[in-house]
């Protein structure tokens, strides 16, 4: 069965630094990884997805993330953090490009923004 | 619609009671799917409509859930005789193409 692992609960950084969230995963076939990120009271929304090809994905908000398939690891970065991404991050792993709704989610970073 | 659209967004139910939770997904979107988040976790997948075909509900925790689509467009998901560890976000989302999918604000749910 596939699981997707978050191995940090909650992160720190100050506003303009960098960032970079952890995501671990383990698929038996290609995986179809996503990142989506949760406001409080909000739904997800999809920050970015990798599905084939190159393996740095760029995503919204200036966020990348890498899939590492040796490692088993799609991390999030972005180089500079802004006080408004302050929020829960989210990876995910989807059973196939064409049913992505069909997801294993980890257990959520909070990301906490110091001014 | 602009988004996909849940209601309520909030509902505190009394243990034992039936509860009916409504998604309106983004208009033409051929998917839909229901999720559950409980405090301090991930979604967690229940259930999955092409059209109003239920083609996956093996997410459903227990004989007490059920999902419907009648019409191919708004869902329902109905909790029966409510618990307390019934109480979570519900979450709804829908999809055009089956890549992206795109969630509601979700309804709380509150079991006492």
């Known amino acids: 069965a596939q699981s997707v692992t978050q191995p940090d609960i909650h992160i720190t950084v100050s506003e303009g630094a960098s960032l970079e969230l952890r995501c671990n995963y383990s698929y038996g076939a290609t995986p179809y990884l996503f990142w989506y990120v949760q406001s409080p009271g909000q739904g997800l929304q999809l920050l970015l997805k990798?599905?084939?090809?190159?393996?740095l994905v760029q995503g919204i908000k200036g966020f990348e993330a890498e899939f590492k398939r040796s490692q088993s690891s799609f991390n999030l970065r972005k180089p500079s953090v802004h006080w408004s991404d302050a929020a829960e991050y989210f990876c995910a792993v989807g059973e196939g490009s064409t049913n992505a709704g069909k997801s294993t989610f980890g257990d959520g970073t909070t990301l906490t923004v110091k001014p | 619609g602009a988004g996909v659209s849940q209601s309520p967004r909030y509902k505190v139910a009394k243990r034992g009671q039936d509860v009916a939770l409504r998604c309106d997904p983004i208009s033409g979107h051929v998917s839909l799917f229901w999720y559950q988040q409980a405090l301090g976790q991930g979604p967690e997948f229940l259930t999955y409509?092409?059209?109003?075909?239920?083609?996956?509900k093996s997410g459903l925790p227990s004989d007490r859930f059920f999902a419907e689509r009648p019409e191919g467009s708004v869902s329902t998901l109905k909790i029966q005789r409510t618990q307390q560890e019934d109480s979570a976000v519900y979450l709804c989302a829908s999809s055009l193409r089956g890549n992206t999918i795109y969630f509601g604000e979700g309804s709380w749910l509150t079991v006492v």
């Open positions: 990798y599905f084939s090809g190159d393996t």
């Open positions: 409509f092409q059209n109003e075909a239920q083609l996956d």
